[in-house]
């Protein structure tokens, strides 16, 4: 069983920096995609950035140029750094563990993390 574990988070003013980081650890395999998803109060949950072990990334486009995400294969580490932050990045982070050749149901989450921005 694999397990998420997730560091970081808390409150920065606008224009403020924070980093978030995950550590898998547990039964992990090849061909997996890390990444972080969040979720504001009263909306869906939503990606704002993955990459692949072979370094590909995708970024949500309202997160492009502030936000930038790296992984430690090694460690089984995923690393977002947010820059700029702005009041609507205010969300609960969660950290995705995903395999690109299985189904949703083998998602592993991490329990989320918060992270205010304010005004």
Same mark, same amino acid.
């Given at each position: 069983q694999v397990q998420l574990e997730e560091s970081g988070g808390g409150m920065v003013q606008a224009g403020g920096s924070m980093t978030?980081?995950?550590?898998?650890? &547990?039964?992990?395999?090849n061909q997996n995609i890390m990444g972080w998803y969040r979720q504001a109060p009263g909306k869906r949950r939503e990606q704002v950035a993955q990459m692949?072990? +072979? &370094?590909?990334? /995708? *970024? %949500? /486009?309202?997160?492009? +140029? %502030?936000f930038t995400i790296s992984r430690d294969i090694a460690n089984n580490t995923v690393t977002l750094q947010m820059n700029s932050l702005k009041p609507e990045d205010t969300a609960v982070y969660y950290c995705l563990l %995903? *395999? *690109?050749?299985? &189904?949703?149901?083998? /998602? %592993?989450w991490g329990q989320g993390t918060q992270v205010t921005v304010s005004s």
């Open positions: 978030l980081s995950c550590t898998a650890s &547990g039964n992990i395999f692949t072990e +072979g &370094g590909s990334t /995708d *970024y %949500r /486009d309202s997160v492009k +140029g %502030r %995903r *395999y *690109y050749t299985l &189904g949703p149901e083998h /998602d %592993r």
